[in-house]
């Protein structure tokens, strides 16, 4: 979790990811970064580089953002 | 003489999945697969259709149903059989499948099924809504393992695939773009001849012209618009170039 902490903070119970829906950039550093990237189905990606929380079977998106769910 | 007789049916199928597990997209395909394949039976593509995300509704890592058209000889009776054997064995265990057929010769509310797939994407509905809506209806509807929450996702799909302006079409298609490095260059008219695909529109929905030439590189999907499945393009430096993923994502 300590090595997600540049990206992701938590709120309530919920690890949340700081940058919202719609920066890449952001994500793909993150993904970079975690040992448990994993792909989601790729008709589920959103992301043109595969290594991105937003592609990321770990993934949840919230209504407002983005959750990531690996140390639940 | 043969008297039986080529019918149209929309079907649609929602949380069969879990993670690590085949994905719903799969089933569908398979499933289209299993219902068309006899003489001048055929499927469409499938269509993704994204339905709202909120904490009180349990989805795995999205929450989207998969939707496809078929012409079949199989009666309602056989294609809900073949479906739902075919449901049972491939879901996860974990999941919540949910079936709907709509019969697309029949007369039903065209407006109220649209309107139900519409409101999924921003509100949260219920079992109960999807249940009485189909009865009302006509539409086949069932649960098949779980909490059987995927009936609202199910006829969701059916609505948005009826809206004709919603879903990305499932897996990639394949134009020989991915050979070369650099991509390739293929006029509208080849593009659609070698895809299947119906039409190539830009970002604002403007169809583009058969002589245009597109850019092709990497991974080239297509959407469900104007009731057509389209490839996608942007301007880019001059030249029309499939859509990125980011730009996929309003469908």
Request: aromatic share 8%; net charge negative.
């Amino acid at each position: 979790m300590m090595q997600l902490k540049p990206w992701y903070q938590l709120d309530g119970k919920v690890f949340r990811f700081k940058f919202g829906t719609e920066n890449s950039e952001a994500s793909r550093q993150a993904a970079q970064t975690c040992k448990q990237f994993s792909p989601d189905d790729e008709d589920e990606q959103i992301d043109d580089t595969l290594v991105s929380c937003y592609n990321c079977m770990n993934r949840r998106w919230l209504i407002d953002g983005v959750e990531c769910i690996q140390f639940k | 003489m043969n008297n039986k007789q080529l019918k149209s049916w929309l079907i649609c199928i929602d949380d069969t999945d879990d993670i690590g597990t085949k994905g719903t997209g799969e089933i569908a395909q398979e499933i289209a697969e299993i219902l068309s394949g006899d003489e001048h039976e055929r499927s469409s593509f499938i269509t993704r259709h994204q339905l709202y995300v909120h904490p009180d509704i349990p989805y795995t890592s999205h929450n989207s149903a998969m939707c496809f058209y078929i012409e079949t000889y199989k009666s309602l009776a056989m294609i809900e059989q073949l479906a739902i054997v075919h449901l049972l064995e491939e879901s996860a265990p974990a999941s919540d499948p949910g079936l709907a057929i709509l019969a697309c010769d029949s007369e039903f509310d065209r407006e109220a099924l649209i309107h139900f797939g519409l409101e999924a994407k921003g509100q949260v509905k219920t079992k109960k809504d999807a249940y009485d809506l189909a009865l009302r209806l006509g539409v086949s509807l069932s649960e098949h393992g779980g909490t059987g929450q995927g009936v609202i996702g199910a006829l969701a799909g059916i609505g948005l695939r009826l809206y004709g302006q919603d879903g990305r079409v499932k897996g990639q298609i394949d134009l020989g773009q991915e050979l070369y490095e650099e991509g390739v260059e293929l006029t509208v008219e080849e593009v659609l001849t070698r895809s299947g695909l119906d039409i190539v529109v830009d970002l604002s929905g403007q169809q583009l012209k058969s002589t245009e030439v597109i850019h092709l590189t990497k991974k080239v999907k297509a959407v469900y618009c104007q009731h057509q499945f389209a490839l996608l393009v942007y301007r880019h430096e001059g030249r029309w170039c499939n859509a990125l993923k980011r730009q996929l994502k309003e469908y």
